[in-house]
């Protein structure tokens, strides 16, 4: 079983940044894929970056691309989310969450870390 923390969310004003880390740790998991996430109320949970351990490579959602950078140790299994030019529209829950191998959803979430940016 994976457990997942998340940590750095707060409240900053548009045009900010801010810094999420997430560590999983646990007995036995692999890690394909690290990813987060974010939920807005009323809006589904959505993957807004990814890292690729394996290939090295990173994916990131068109609303966030250019601002976000995903980074991390997959030796540490640790992640982290820059997040620079902070929207109104980024408030969100966001999680961090495990993709344990190709063709496998990411099924493992921490807790979440609430991101609210004011106008």
């Known amino acids: 079983q994976v457990q997942l923390v998340e940590s750095g969310g707060g409240l900053v004003q548009a045009g900010g940044s801010l810094r999420l880390s997430c560590v999983a740790s646990g007995s036995t998991f692999s890690t394909y894929a690290m990813g987060w996430f974010r939920q807005a109320p009323g809006k589904e949970r959505e993957l807004i970056a990814a890292i690729n351990w394996r290939a090295g490579s990173t994916y990131y959602e068109n609303s966030v691309k250019g601002r976000f950078t995903i980074s991390g140790d997959s030796a540490k299994n640790t992640v982290f989310l820059q997040m620079n030019s902070l929207k109104p529209e980024d408030t969100a829950v966001y999680y961090c969450?495990?993709?344990?191998?190709?063709?496998?959803?990411?099924?493992?979430w921490g807790q979440g870390t609430q991101v609210t940016v004011s106008s």
């Open positions: 969450a495990v993709r344990a191998a190709v063709g496998l959803s990411y099924d493992s």
